[in-house]
């Protein structure tokens, strides 16, 4: 049996971070007509994981919506799973860092106005205290660093900066009097509504829909079903 796709999300109360991940979703399966996919929410919204697991039958595949390798994807989702057979539940990495999603970067980029030059951006991330995922972070401005050809530092809209704020003003403290802004959100929410307010000249909006965003959830999908396949071969 084909494994279920159970879309991971963090959850959020802002309703339109809501419908641009289910929207997301919709581009998964227009992708891939016939593979079930099924959203699971980490808190705030429902179905739960386990709410999710309970109505699903046969082999499922979880793939967290989080851009970045942290304590969800290491704790709490592993944990949401323990009771589930781990013949039967499957969880993939994370999403980011890859070169999909800088070039969903990349699009949102241009989308706001940014110009294909070598001005320079700052990826702005929610946050986290966790070294993996500040490291995953960093791969990932590297990597639309390389996309882009122009340089690209990091800045954190939670925990311990730099702030989008600082680091903005450290290119123009630099020389550099035009900034863009790279939103490293998948969604709308509380943190892409502080992104709004920084001295940016283009700031981008959250990755949501993009194809290329899709096309890498079902990536990880297909890697991760790749090797239950293989370990279920005799």
């Known amino acids: ?46 179905p739960s994981v386990p709410e999710a697991l309970s109505s699903l039958p046969g082999p499922v595949i979880a793939v967290p919506l989080l851009l970045a390798s942290g304590y969800h994807v290491r704790a709490d989702i592993p944990a949401l ?3 589930a057979d781990p013949g039967t539940v499957r969880v993939t990495p994370a999403l980011g860092p890859s ?31 966790d070294p993996r995922a500040r490291a995953d972070t960093a791969e990932s401005a590297r990597l639309l660093s ?13 925990g311990e900066g730099p702030t989008p704020t600082e680091a903005v003003s450290a290119w123009h403290t630099s020389g550099h009097p035009t900034v863009s802004l790279a939103t490293h959100l998948l969604a709308p929410g509380h943190f892409a509504h502080t992104l709004t307010h920084t001295p940016a000249h283009w700031t981008s909006s959250p990755l949501g829909t993009h194809p290329s965003v899709a096309e890498l959830v079902l990536r990880r999908y297909d890697e991760t079903a790749a090797r239950r396949d293989r370990q279920d071969t005799p």
């Open 1 to 46: 049996m084909t494994p279920t796709l159970l879309a991971v999300a963090h959850g959020t109360r802002d309703p339109e971070g809501v419908r641009t991940v289910l929207a997301l979703l919709d581009e998964v399966r227009r992708l891939r007509p016939g593979l079930r996919v099924e959203p699971a929410w980490l808190g705030l919204v429902a």
């Open 99 to 129: 070169p999909l999603l800088a070039d969903a970067l990349a699009a949102r980029l241009a989308e706001a106005g940014r110009p294909p030059d070598a001005t320079p951006v700052v990826l702005a991330a929610t946050g986290s205290s």
């Open 146 to 158: 390389a996309r882009l050809d122009a340089p690209v530092s990091v800045a954190y809209a939670s």
């Open 81 to 83: 799973l323990a009771e």
